[in-house]
């Protein structure tokens, strides 16, 4: 996340240097593998793969979120399984501003067309929050 935004208040500089610059680029690459995403005013949830990558899926998102929540200790983080599509969601939850600013800086790396406007849906955009 973006260490800029006064709404998130991401403070990058919890990890030293070199591994900051890990942790950024093992997100870009995460999050530019999301096949869904979902807004509500509530939260943000993005859905990776299927079941055949499983159990991929869930430790790398487990990683990720240990990493997240100490730079980004505001946002309520969650992993969870679709037992029909086998697929993993992450969820990002936030309020107001928080999450206003959380989809713009998520729309820098997530696909375009996995967003909900770009699958037809008019209910989620940053707007309606």
Not at 58 to 84: K, N, S, T, V, Y
Not at 100 to 117: K, Y
């Amino acid at each position: 996340m973006s260490p800029t935004s006064p709404h998130l208040a991401c403070n990058l500089t919890v990890f030293p240097p070199d591994e900051r610059e890990r942790l950024v680029a093992a997100a870009k690459q995460l999050l530019v593998r999301a096949v869904e995403a979902r807004v509500d005013p509530h939260q943000i949830a993005l859905r990776f793969g299927g079941a055949k990558d499983e159990r991929a899926h869930l430790r790398e998102l487990a990683d990720f979120i240990a990493h997240d929540r100490r730079c980004c200790p505001f946002l309520r983080h969650g992993i969870a399984c679709d037992p029909r599509q086998g697929a993993v969601w992450l969820t990002l939850a936030g309020t107001g501003e928080v999450l206003t600013d959380l989809i713009t800086e998520l729309r820098r790396h997530v696909p375009p067309a996995v967003w909900p406007q770009a699958r037809g849906c008019v209910r989620a955009t940053n707007r309606d929050l």
